[in-house]
Nanobody
């Protein structure tokens, strides 16, 4: 199995910062992509940012220039530094990994339980 455990969510005022972290563990052979998605009440889950093992990043237009994703040494952790937070960033943030388990021939999607981020105006 693969477990993704998030930490770092909370309540912050508009303009503030938060740092989310996610650690992947379990029978992982390789991780191709790690990232973050979010889901606000009444809305669909949306991409926030992803990072490949090679270091390529992808951001939602709404967070470009404010959020930074990192994956130190391409290991099994990923961080999301969120600056200049806005009320519309309020959502449950989910860690994501596209990875291959030992003994498997294909990569699959895995998700964390989610961590709440609330930005007050």
């Amino acid at each position: 199995q693969v477990q993704l455990v998030e930490s770092g969510g909370g309540l912050v005022q508009a303009g503030g910062s938060l740092r989310l972290s996610c650690a992947a563990s379990g029978s992982i052979f390789s991780i191709t992509v790690m990232g973050w998605y979010r889901q606000a009440p009444g809305k669909e889950r949306e991409l926030v940012a992803t990072i490949t093992t090679g270091g390529s990043t992808n951001y939602a237009d709404s967070v470009k220039g404010r959020f930074t994703i990192s994956r130190p040494n391409a290991q099994n952790t990923v961080h999301l530094q969120m600056n200049s937070l806005k009320p519309e960033d309020t959502a449950v943030y989910y860690c994501y990994a596209f990875c291959r388990r030992w003994g498997m021939r294909s990569d699959y999607d895995y998700w964390g339980q989610g961590t709440q981020v609330t930005v007050s105006s």
